[in-house]
């Protein structure tokens, strides 16, 4: 049974940077942050695979950093240069590829809101 708990949300300027962490229980094959703004779709953010490879929205692309500690079983995003549309409430997800490529993955966190300002 897969868990997801996100922590690292909060409040920053323009500019700033932020790193979200999603604590991960199970067994996953790939790994994804998302994330959702009131009255629009939920856009993938960033993905992971088990063997590391990684893929970014290209708005994030050059910004957003993915990454997993084995050790620690946790994933990460770091976000630098945050702009303010940003601003959303953002989720890590597990599952197959295909479907967090798809954007219907089987598990979710609860969701950590990030606003910049």
């Known amino acids: 049974h897969v868990q997801l708990v996100e922590s690292g949300g909060g409040s920053v300027q323009a500019g700033g940077s932020l790193r979200l962490s999603c604590s991960v229980s199970?067994?996953?094959?790939?790994l994804a942050w998302f994330r959702q703004v009131p009255g629009k779709e939920r856009e993938g953010v960033a993905a992971?695979?088990?063997?590391?490879?990684?893929d970014y929205a290209g708005s994030v692309a050059g910004r957003f950093t993915v990454s997993k500690d084995h050790a620690k079983n946790t994933l990460y995003l770091q976000m630098n240069s945050l702009k303010p549309e940003d601003t959303g409430m953002y989720f890590c997800?597990?599952?197959?590829?295909?479907?967090?490529?798809?954007?219907?993955?089987?598990?979710w966190g609860q969701g950590t809101q990030v606003t910049v300002s």
């Open positions: 199970g067994d996953t094959y790939c």
């Open positions: 992971i695979r088990k063997t590391g490879y990684t």
């Open positions: 997800a597990a599952d197959f590829c295909n479907l967090l490529v798809a954007g219907v993955p089987s598990h």
